[in-house]
Nanobody
């Protein structure tokens, strides 16, 4: 049974940093395209970062240069390092795994979240000004 468990969210001031973690079980992270999505109140899920099976990464324009996605195969864990956080980054962040869409699709196509097969429960990130 596939499970994704996120952690690392919290409250920070603008300009601060957080690192989100997503521990996977029931499968190997390197065999799925992985990504981080976020959902702010009243808004649809947005793909912010994706990491393909082959290691290609893609980012939404809104986070490019500030967020870094990575994985540790030995720990079967996906990470999202978030620097220079802004109040607009406030959202629930979700770890995602799928073989149907790649990182480009995740971060460029509106509604991509509907094509994701597995989700974590989410971790809240709140950035104050």
């Amino acid at each position: 049974q596939v499970q994704l468990v996120e952690s690392g969210g919290g409250s920070v001031q603008a300009g601060g940093s957080l690192r989100l973690s997503c521990v996977a079980s029931g499968y190997t992270v390197s065999t799925y395209h992985m990504g981080w999505f976020r959902q702010a109140p009243g808004k649809e899920h947005e793909g912010v970062a994706g990491l393909d099976i082959v290691g290609t990464t893609n980012y939404a324009d809104s986070v490019k240069g500030r967020f870094t996605i990575s994985r540790d195969n030995a720990k079967n864990t996906l990470y999202l390092q978030m620097n220079s956080l802004k109040p607009d980054d406030t959202a629930m962040y979700y770890c995602a795994a799928t073989r149907e869409i790649d990182s480009t699709f995740m971060t460029r196509v509106y509604g991509a979240w509907r094509r994701v097969k597995y989700w974590g429960q989410g971790t809240q990130v709140t950035v104050s000004s």
